[in-house]
């Protein structure tokens, strides 16, 4: 996959994927990564890339001309989508985020001031992308984001590839606890199923965990999915337990 991030920080997208999946995947040629800074097509001696608003008000606004020619620029890389990472975009989800990994290429457009012209997302942008609702300063965390998440799912990058069929939302579920030695921590020890070594059981009591924490936690993703016979029996022995824990006084 290729993503080009069209920038004023160049520097935070390149350096926020020197680590982790996106150097990996970078390494392993999986993932080609280019920027593009407006600032380079300004036509202006001070290099200025915004202006005031139209209707007055606090901040600047991102110029059309620049960042419009930024994009030209990176459309040249590929066939890819425009995305415009902002608060006004559709959540993005691990949905999403299979979709997007399904690309041979994106080009992410990161906005820095108050936004960008308008007349940028109506002619330029295919697609407003949040990655949640509340506001950054800028852009590119958000692109960092983007490019995280959709990374490690491009075939090869995770190195063992049934992490991503292990990983949490996988199922539209949590994820159960994880434990590694010591067998115990302070009080604390590893649930004995874990140590025992039936690997039914521990699949059940896993799958259970993942139940149990959605519908305590995220009670709103368990709407978005049908439990098979199977889950709905455990989700409801995870609540009977529940019950009878809070009725003797024990944690
Ligand atoms: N998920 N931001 C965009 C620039 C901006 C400012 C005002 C339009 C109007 C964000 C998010 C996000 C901050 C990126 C503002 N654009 N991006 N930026 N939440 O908060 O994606």
Same mark, same amino acid.
């Given at each position: 996959?290729?993503?080009?991030v069209?920038?004023?920080?160049p520097?935070?997208i390149?350096?926020?994927?020197?680590? *982790?999946?996106? %150097?990996?995947?970078?390494?392993?040629?999986?993932?080609?990564?280019?920027?593009?800074?407006?600032?380079?097509?300004?036509?202006?001696?001070?290099?200025? +890339?915004?202006?005031?608003?139209? *209707?007055? *008000?606090?901040?600047?606004?991102?110029?059309?001309?620049?960042?419009?020619?930024?994009?030209?620029?990176?459309?040249?890389?590929?066939? *890819?989508?425009?995305? $415009? !990472?902002?608060?006004?975009?559709?959540?993005?989800?691990?949905?999403?985020?299979?979709?997007?990994?399904?690309l041979?290429?994106?080009?992410?457009?990161?906005?820095? $001031?108050?936004?960008?012209?308008?007349?940028?997302?109506?002619?330029?942008?295919?697609?407003?992308?949040?990655?949640?609702?509340? +506001?950054?300063?800028g852009?590119?965390?958000?692109?960092?984001?983007?490019i995280?998440?959709?990374?490690?799912?491009?075939?090869?990058?995770?190195?063992?590839?049934?992490?991503?069929?292990?990983?949490?939302?996988?199922?539209?579920?949590?994820?159960?606890?994880?434990?590694?030695?010591?067998? +115990? +921590?302070?009080? !604390?020890?590893?649930?004995?199923?874990?140590?025992?070594?039936?690997?039914?059981?521990?699949?059940?009591? %896993?799958?259970?965990?993942?139940?149990?924490?959605?519908? %305590?936690?995220?009670?709103?993703?368990?709407?978005?999915?049908?439990?098979?016979?199977?889950?709905q029996?455990?989700?409801?022995?995870?609540?009977?337990?529940?019950?009878?824990?809070?009725?003797?006084?024990?944690?």
């Open positions: 996959m290729r993503i080009d069209v920038t004023l920080f520097d935070m390149q350096d926020g994927c020197r680590y *982790g999946i996106p %150097r990996i995947a970078q390494e392993k040629g999986l993932l080609q990564l280019g920027t593009w800074n407006p600032r380079d097509y300004s036509r202006n001696k001070h290099r200025n +890339v915004d202006d005031r608003p139209y *209707g007055g *008000g606090p901040g600047m606004v991102m110029q059309v001309q620049p960042v419009a020619e930024a994009i030209t620029a990176a459309r040249a890389e590929g066939q *890819g989508p425009v995305i $415009y !990472l902002s608060p006004q975009g559709r959540r993005l989800d691990q949905t999403a985020v299979r979709r997007f990994a399904e041979p290429h994106a080009i992410l457009l990161a906005g820095r $001031y108050e936004g960008i012209d308008e007349r940028l997302i109506t002619r330029h942008v295919d697609e407003e992308c949040s990655i949640g609702d509340y +506001v950054l300063s852009g590119e965390p958000a692109a960092l984001v983007w995280d998440a959709v990374t490690r799912l491009l075939p090869g990058a995770l190195g063992d590839e049934e992490s991503a069929l292990c990983d949490s939302f996988m199922d539209g579920l949590l994820d159960y606890p994880h434990y590694s030695r010591p067998e +115990v +921590v302070d009080d !604390l020890a590893v649930p004995a199923v874990l140590t025992a070594g039936n690997h039914a059981e521990i699949a059940r009591w %896993r799958l259970k965990q993942s139940l149990g924490r959605t519908w %305590r936690r995220r009670p709103d993703l368990l709407e978005q999915i049908d439990l098979n016979e199977e889950q029996a455990l989700l409801a022995e995870y609540i009977r337990e529940q019950q009878t824990m809070e009725s003797d006084g024990n944690p």
